[in-house]
């Protein structure tokens, strides 16, 4: 006689196979997969070479497939269209709920004419096209050497 558990992902009951005693998602396709998800998720956050080896296969395989997300968006527009929505609400979240000229506005007003040094601190993807720089702005000393 089995034990019967309820499945962590649909919740549904369903027989423990003798095998995996500590058995906690059913047979279901979707239930495997989100299974198979979740443990990804942990061992990228555990395991860093595993996560830099899941970054290079993803990179190799958009390198054989550089039309895929071009292709994807014009067949599911409604995916595009939310997922460029998304990204205006993550900018505004980013920028404090302000609009970008207010932003452009309030940095004018802080800096004055003169030499800074521009650091990047970190680059940002949007939907694999727009690139955004979170950058760093330090004065340089003026120069006596007039």
């Not at 423990?16 to 990228?44: H, M």
């Not at 460029?84 to 452009?104: I, K, L």
């Not at 309030?106 to 955004?132: C, I, N, P, Q, W």
Request: proline share 5%; glycine share 4%.
């Amino acid at each position: 006689m089995s034990t019967r558990r309820r499945c962590v992902a649909c919740g549904k009951l369903f027989g423990v196979q003798p095998q995996v005693p500590d058995q906690s998602y059913c047979a279901e396709a979707a239930c495997q997969r989100e299974r198979k998800r979740l443990w990804q998720k942990a061992r990228r956050a555990a395991d860093p070479d595993y996560k830099d080896n899941q970054s290079r296969a993803q990179a190799a395989w958009l390198q054989r497939n550089p039309d895929y997300w071009r292709e994807y968006r014009e067949a599911h527009p409604a995916y595009a269209n939310q997922n460029r929505e998304r990204a205006r609400v993550r900018a505004r979240e980013d920028r404090g709920g302000q609009p970008a000229s207010h932003d452009a506005r309030a940095l004018a007003a802080l800096l004055t004419s003169g030499l800074y040094h521009l650091k990047v601190l970190a680059v940002e993807r949007f939907a694999k096209m727009d690139v955004s720089f979170i950058v760093e702005l330090v004065p340089l000393p003026e120069s006596t050497d007039s």
